[in-house]
């Protein structure tokens, strides 16, 4: 008795399949630093918008306003248009605002708004800024 494994008759279930070759990986190794880059682009392409915002907190005054706090960062020279909103408990938005934020000394400026609302908001957001 041999250790020699059992091979099936030459050419009896097709041609052999070829053996990988180094230039298929090579080739999947280009597509994902390809990918990758796309991928970092585009990240990149977010970083670089010309006005950010991101909300800071809100306080609610009663059932007539609310009170929210967000920074806006822009280029110092430049103006943005901010819609800041009081939401209610099912999510609805009751108030409405819409605020200039002018050229400042900073990138990165605070800014704290009144929002009137038609009933109690339970929470409070600036939802977008456009540079105007």
């Known amino acids: 008795m041999t250790d020699t494994p059992v091979r099936p008759p030459a050419g009896r279930y097709g041609p052999a399949r070829p053996r990988p070759r180094a230039w298929r990986f090579v080739g999947w190794g280009a597509l994902a630093v390809v990918v990758g880059a796309v991928i970092v682009w585009l990240g990149g392409a977010q970083l670089e918008d010309p006005v950010q915002w991101k909300s800071v907190g809100f306080h609610v005054t ?3 306003s609310t009170e929210v706090t967000f920074d806006v960062t822009k280029d110092k020279d430049a103006t943005a248009t901010c819609k800041v909103r009081a939401l209610s408990q099912s999510f609805g938005e009751v108030g409405v605002r819409s605020v200039e934020v002018g050229p400042a000394q900073t990138a ?21 800024c456009t540079l105007t």
């Open 62 to 64: 009663d059932n007539s």
């Open 108 to 128: 990165t400026v605070r800014v704290t708004v009144t929002v009137p609302t038609s009933e109690l908001a339970v929470s409070g957001e600036a939802q977008d």
